[in-house]
């Protein structure tokens, strides 16, 4: 457990970790404050491409936290890694915050003879057609990439299907499942040790999810915290093989721990 005192930089999940819809859990501020104080440095990681990050810049500082663009790594980050110079046209099955964050690739929202891949996100604007078209397309065998796999995105009543969900509704009709790109990938701690200069050694990944926060933490070779502040329960722990290096409650009993 002392180990996890000389880590320096720490990857934040939000829903569920930090915050749950619009109410900030006790003691983010002063576990942010914490980080600085020590040298550190925090970023903020999500799999939720419904957004642009100044959504959540704007979010956070509703919440009465200061933060930047440069604070923050988004699934839609690591997905415009893998799609540049790859595709002649993509259809984003997703929000009109995704298509404005991937305004700078070939993309439609209609269907047209030239789509080479199917890209889709967490898209609270859902509609039949755009099931639809990607029922045509992922018959036509075009590539098909998903930003993540969370089954479910936490609210305050509980929880709405996310991209995983959709994508098994279209497994179910077409039979093919798509390439997830954001956690448990580990590409987003691979760009986040890349942008601060920090080493696999000195970083610890915080998320309240097995499948995804804590698998990418094991993938990418770094240390993980599960808080059950979200969608995890301790009985979840014991049930999966996916196990995180420390647990904690939730961040206020990390900061108690790393300040004793």
């Known amino acids: 457990m002392e180990k996890l005192k000389t880590k320096k930089l720490f990857l934040l999940d939000m829903d569920g970790t930090i915050y749950l819809d619009n109410d900030l859990f006790e003691g ?20 939720n ?7 959540y810049v704007e979010k956070l500082a509703s919440l009465g936290i200061n933060a930047g663009c440069d604070d923050f790594l988004t699934s839609v980050n690591a997905t415009e890694r ?3 110079n790859k595709y002649k046209k993509i259809y984003v099955f997703g929000t009109k915050a995704l298509k404005e964050q991937l305004a700078a690739f070939p993309i439609t929202v209609k269907l047209e003879d030239d789509i080479d891949c199917l890209l889709m996100g967490f898209d609270t604007e859902l509609t039949f057609q755009k099931l639809e078209d990607a029922c045509i397309l992922l018959g036509r065998g075009v590539d098909y ?17 996310d991209c995983g969900s959709v994508s098994d509704m279209l497994f179910n009709a077409t039979g093919r499942q798509p390439r997830f790109i954001g956690k448990p990938q580990p590409d987003m701690v691979y ?3 890349e942008k601060t200069g920090f080493t696999a050694e000195e970083s610890v990944l915080i998320g ?34 996916t196990k995180p ?16």
Do not use: H
């Open 49 to 55: 491409s419904s957004k642009s990050v100044e959504k």
């Open 28 to 47: 983010v501020p002063e576990f942010l404050e914490y980080i600085r104080e020590i040298g550190g440095r925090y970023l903020f990681l999500t799999n």
């Open 208 to 241: 309240d999810r097995l499948y995804t926060d804590i698998a990418c933490g094991l993938n990418a070779g770094i240390s993980s915290i599960l808080v059950l502040s979200g969608e995890a329960a301790i009985d979840d722990v014991k049930n999966s093989e």
């Open 145 to 161: 990439i998903a930003t993540n796999p969370d089954y479910v995105c936490p609210t305050s009543y509980g929880y709405v299907p």
């Open 245 to 260: 290096d420390y647990i904690f409650d939730n961040i206020k009993s990390l900061l108690e721990f790393l300040k004793a």
């Open 82 to 84: 893998q799609i540049k």
């Open 191 to 193: 760009l986040a040790l």
